[in-house]
């Protein structure tokens, strides 16, 4: 066994380099290509890998010092064949002398050169990320233009020159290697066509800045923890960003880009959401309700995961269930109805709902006794207004019917259900249904509901307990209807159940008024002779 130093590798051109994270302790066996410490420049976020296999003996280096090419980082035990020499540092590719894409020659000022991908390490095809700037668009020298990732390091491409943007050759996805042409600048104060290709330009100083040469990768990973934890997940510039505004990256929840990459917006959405007070966001912050942050799990150390980008509608879904359920105080009632009579009825009617094209299902009786319950307790088709102060009584009944839909969770809106028959409610359900289904619902579909259901019927289910969707007040989970026995004052009887789950917000909602409210439906279905009173 054999002591041997690991030093910090070719880093770029890049000197007193932030470390932000050391990956390691004594004690820790680690393979060679294993991540030791992250470091961060302003550019870009690398990690420096162990050169080989061995068990770390001393740990020279913390988060938050500045370390160089050469620092002396970590003592590691290595097998006695291991090559003991001091300078052992990581096996750094020959660094290939920076082999310039196009010949480093003097920039035609005022002219539209090429912006090509410069010097890289030893990386090609390597995916781009993210797109900062579009066609059109003024950039300063070292803007960001494009921001590049590999399986150990995430960098940004920044503009060589100040000027505007005039062609743009690369998209989300991509893969660019060092040389690759990526689009075309137009030099300030220039007048020069866009169209005008310069000969080749300016790639100087500014792209050799764009290297951080990090050090050799591994295996091929899709990981996309470049840098840190899972939930740190950013360009070097949203890291720049989070770090002016005090804001740790590990307690912003949910990265909207790609592959869950925490960007500027969940940045400046989670500041908001902490300066209202509110708890943040889709995967649980709670930053303003003094929460702890959520667990930060590295799944992929348990077994093979794949990551799932959420869609955009469990997103929206995801935010507005969360701040529903953590805003109103929910009380839910429980109580069955017996539908024996009111499914005899709908059977009957089967043959002539299928002549006029209907198929009716339960959820068309409950949209209608739903109706009726909320003519006779308005309160619970009102909303809190958003003074707090008042209530605002609905005078029209419409109501959302929860559609699951392959995208997400849908709620469109079945409008004046109050004056409708089965027939007819029958028909919107379908067709709204449908609609959802397709991915065609317009925003006004899905306005103006005063109360939701939320049928598992056709699922399974016994009682669960619905999200009040704000900001009405009350939501009916409705489960699958079974045969009960039921005693009937001298004998069980078999009849068919459905049972009913009401939450309700209690703020507005009194236990007793809710209580009445669920009974109340579970009466019009129990005899639907109530609903014609
Ligand atoms: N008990 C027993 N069977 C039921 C039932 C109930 N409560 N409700 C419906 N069914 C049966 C119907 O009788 C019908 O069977 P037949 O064809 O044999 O008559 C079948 O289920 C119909 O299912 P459907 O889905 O085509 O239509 P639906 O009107 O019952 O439901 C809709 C429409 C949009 C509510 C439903 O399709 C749906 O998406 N439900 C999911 C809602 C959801 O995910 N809620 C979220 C819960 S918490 O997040």
Redesign the pocket.
Known sequence: MALEDIKVPDIGEYSDVDVIEVLVNVGDEVAEEDSLLTLETDKATMEVPSPSAGKIAEVLVKEGDKISEGSLIFKMEVGASADTSSDSAPEEPAKEEAAPAAEPEAASPGGVEDLIIPDIGEYSDVDVIEVSVKEGDEVQEEDPLITLETDKATMEVPSPVVGKIVALSVKEGDKVSQGTVIGQIQMAGSSAAPAAKAAPATKKEAPRKASPAPAPAAAESAAPESAGSANDYASPSVRRFARELGVELGKVPGGSGRKGRIMQEDVQKFVKSVMQGGGATSTGGGAGLGLIPDPVVDFAKFGEVESVPLTRIQKISGDNLHRNWVKVPHITFFEDADITECEKF?QAK?PHAEKLGV?V????F?LKAVAQALVEFPKMNSSLAADGQNLVMKKYINIG?????PAG?MVPVIRDCANKGIYEL?QD??A??LK?RDGKLTAKDMQGGCFT???????GTQY?A??VNMPEVGIL?????TTKPIWNGSEFVPRLM?PLSLSVDHRVIDGAYAGKFVVAVAKYLSDLKELVL
């Open positions: 709908r089967k198929k299902t339960p959820v068309a409950i019917v929860a559609v699951d839909t969770l029958a359900l379908m709204m249904s959802a259901i939320s049928s598992l019927g056709n699922i669960f619905p999200i989970g409705v489960s699958k209807s459905l």
